[in-house]
């Protein structure tokens, strides 16, 4: 999609999630949450292809990794060029909390940088925008995301 009308992170349950992500897995040969993976296996690369969210606003980036905590809690990892803005929505099928890995978000007024967090529960709206030196940012969401 890659814009900043119409962005809804609802589009996908759970059980879509975790299908996708099976999916994924078996096509490179691996099991999902069976054994040991890491960003730097040699299917990594086409794992985060397969796993690529299209759904975000313009300006951000963003793929789910290969795992899950849980049926219900998943995994992505964003990154934002300076300024980015994401728009109001809310994630209405579950929690979620995000960390900021590098760079910075504003969210309402409030400046988080490396190291911080930030938990969003089901059903709240919320937008934020990157800072002068984007962000990176790691998820997990009750929710699917996608």
């Known amino acids: 999609m890659n814009g900043t009308e119409g962005f809804n992170p609802n589009r996908a349950d759970r059980a879509a999630c975790l299908e996708r992500i099976e999916k994924a897995v078996q096509a490179v040969g691996r099991r999902l949450n069976s054994e040991i993976i890491t960003s730097r296996d040699a299917q990594a690369p086409e794992l985060r ?25 998943f995994l992505f990892v964003t990154v934002a060029e300076p300024g980015a803005a994401s728009t109001t929505h809310s994630h209405d099928e579950g929690d979620g909390i995000r960390f900021i ?27 934020f925008t990157t800072g002068r030196m984007g962000a990176v940012m ?9």
């Open 49 to 73: 292809d397969a796993l690529a969210i299209e759904n975000v606003p313009n300006g951000f980036t963003k793929h789910q990794l290969p795992v899950y905590l849980s049926e219900s809690s």
């Open 138 to 146: 790691c998820y997990c969401y009750c929710c699917c995301c996608a």
């Open 101 to 127: 890995v590098s760079g910075s978000i504003e969210y309402e007024g409030v400046e988080l940088t490396a190291g911080d967090w930030m938990f969003v529960p089901r059903g709240a709206e919320y937008s």
